[in-house]
Structures are given as C-alpha cells and as structure tokens.
C-alpha cells in the first residue's frame, strides 16, 4: 500500500491484507508459536491503520464488508473460543448494576429537599419499570435500596411505588416474585403509618395470593412478613381491615397446603392475629365457615338440577 501501487490495485492489494489478517494464532496456550506469521499479520495490520490514517475514502463499497469481517474475526469470534480468555478487571463496568453502584446511589443521596418533579418522574417513569425486564436479578438488589432511598426522603412516593410493584407484580415467575416479596419488605420497613393506610387493601389481597402460592419459597417468603416486628405493628393497628382480607388464605391453606413448613408458618401467622383481636379473629371464622356452607349448598344444588330421574 505504498505510492508505487496504482490506484486501481490499491483496492485488491488492502482487500488481500485484509484477509490475510483474519488467520488467527493462538496467543493463549502458547505465545511463542508462529512468531514469524504474527510479525507478519501485526505488520500488515500497521500497514492498513497508517493507509487509512493518511488517505482519504478508503473504506469503499467492496472494503466495507471484508473490514466488519476481519474485525470480528479477530475481536470476537477470538473472544468467545474459550472461557479462560475472560476480562476479569472489567467485569464491573459491563455489568448493569455498575450504574447503580457509581451513579444512582450518590446521585439520589444527593438530592435536595423537597424533591423536584423531575426527580420524581425518573423515580415512577425510569426506575420502576425497570421491574418488568426478565433479567431483573442482575441489579435487583440495587434498584430495590434506589427506591427505598427515594421514600426515605419523600413519604408521599410510597403509594405510588406500592401500586407501581403491585401492577408489575409477576404472575409465573417464583424466583422474581421473591425478589418482589423482598423489596417490598424493605419499603414496609420504611413507610409512615399514615402512607401504610392508603395501601394496605391492595397489598394484602397480593399477600393473600402469595400464601396461597403453591411454590412454597413464594408462601414461605410471604409469611416471613409476620416475624417483622414494625410489620406487626401496622397490621394490629389495621387489623380489622387486614385480618377479614387475609383470613381465607390462611385458614385454606393450612389444611390444604402440601408444604409442612408453611403449615407451621400459617398456624403462627393465625395465631398471632388471634392474640391480636380476639372477637375479630372469631368473626371472621364464622364468616369463613358461613360462606363455606354456602358454597356447599349451592354445589348440592347444581349437582341436583343435573342429576337425571331414572
């Protein structure tokens, strides 16, 4: 690629070098094979960056896809031939959850009080919806302590967040509906008694669904909630909205359940809402047991009308 070659074989000569380059050495398991070939191919590769560098419209039409090729031989398909060639001292700056540790924590620590709006739409339109991508476990943990962060410094956002979670809440994915059960835990621990009101119905009706799941980590994780103990303070504060909404799917479940331990786990969910409120506790059961018997009498209805008289 000198200025003794004639234009028109500029192009066939950098399109030769350029396939020239793509042969590939092993520079890995033995670094002193081929020394010779590498000196070439390092050459050649010299040669085209100074061309390029010194030229003008180079990369034409026919360049173009043998350039793509010879760069993804050598920077890729290399890359990707063994796992023992791994970058380990860049692994936290190709990860997602490096942007949560080196920009979000500080940048939310920081903000000012009152909060601006902009800073509460990056919350509800940026950070939340970061829940529906499949490969929440990545950075899961760091989203979880961003947001928390965000309700430690404006109570308001709760129930927003709590609705936001409860509408993006996984249907057939255990393993993130764990993850969900753990973050909302942390927000519990954090959220004002008046910002707990506004959403407890909705909440524990999700709960409820949670202690009826037949993945027993999912109900096992749910009916961890009774072993917190500002958890408990809430719900004996609004038990007679909370108990009547939870009742069924405990008192079901610990007769039908297949997992043991989340029979013992319900017995002392059930128990500690009895010490709670006696009189509640036993209304609800009759209730429970009124509309069984009423389920009953209807199922004894319809199997009569489609029953045929012989």
Not at 10 to 24: A, G, P, T
Not at 181 to 189: A, G, M, V, Y
Request: proline content about 5%; some cysteine; overall charge neutral.
């Amino acid at each position: 690629l000198s200025a003794n070659v004639a234009p028109a074989e500029q192009e066939k000569l950098f399109i030769q070098k350029l396939r020239q380059c793509c042969v590939l050495f092993d520079f890995l398991s033995d670094p002193l094979s081929d020394l010779k070939w590498k000196e070439v191919k390092r050459a050649a590769l010299s040669e085209m960056v100074e061309y390029i560098t010194h030229n003008r419209n180079v990369i034409t039409e026919p360049i173009y896809p043998e350039v793509v090729h010879m760069v993804s031989r050598i920077s890729v398909e290399r890359l990707c031939s063994t796992s023992c060639f791994v970058f380990l001292g860049f692994f936290a700056f190709i990860r997602v959850l490096n942007v949560f540790y080196g920009g979000f924590f500080h940048i939310i620590n920081g903000f000012a009080l009152p909060l601006k709006e902009e800073h509460k739409i990056f919350l509800l339109k940026v950070l939340l919806p970061l829940h529906k991508v499949k490969s929440l476990s990545v950075y899961h943990p760091q989203l979880a302590y961003c947001v928390v962060q965000f309700l430690e410094k404006d109570s308001t956002l709760t129930e927003p967040v709590v609705m936001a979670l409860l509408k993006y809440w996984p249907k057939t994915h255990s393993p993130k509906e764990v993850m969900f059960l753990n973050e909302l835990e942390e927000i519990l621990d954090v959220i004002e008694p008046s910002e707990f009101v506004k959403v407890q119905e909705p909440l524990f009706r999700q709960l409820a669904k949670c202690v009826s799941s037949p993945h027993f980590q999912v109900a096992e994780r749910a009916l961890y909630y009774w072993n917190n103990e500002y958890i408990m303070s809430l719900i004996s504060d609004n038990a007679a909205k909370i108990l009547p909404i939870m009742f069924p799917a405990l008192y079901r479940n610990s007769k039908t359940h297949w997992n043991k331990t989340i029979h013992g786990l319900i017995y002392n969910a059930l128990k500690l809402f009895m010490e709670m409120n006696q009189k509640l506790f036993d209304d609800c059961t009759q209730q429970y047991r009124a509309e069984k018997n009423k389920e009953k009498a209807k199922s004894k209805e319809r199997e009569e009308a489609c029953t045929i008289p012989s």
